[in-house]
């Protein structure tokens, strides 16, 4: 199960680092910043029913808290 669980917060880890990479210097780039959040909002809700955790249906899709802090990290490079 520890493995299960490394492995899902790996992908979700490596699924964040694309997309802020992505959103960082590719602007343009929705489509696939949409691909990777929908790929990144999948791993998210799998490494929490791994972990037990219930999906709250007032909370953000993490690809949405992400997107505002690629957005941040722009403004603040500009």
């Known amino acids: ?27 343009g780039h929705e489509v696939a910043l949409a691909m990777i959040g929908s790929d990144m909002d999948r791993a998210h809700a799998n490494l929490q029913a791994l972990i037990g955790l219930p999906r709250l249906p007032f ?6 808290v992400v997107r505002r802090e690629a957005q941040r990290l722009v403004h603040e490079n500009t």
């Open 1 to 27: 199960m520890q493995q299960e669980v490394a492995r899902a917060e790996a992908d979700y880890q490596r699924l964040r680092a694309a997309y802020l990479e992505i959103a960082r210097t590719e602007p």
């Open 59 to 64: 909370t953000h899709e993490p690809s949405t």
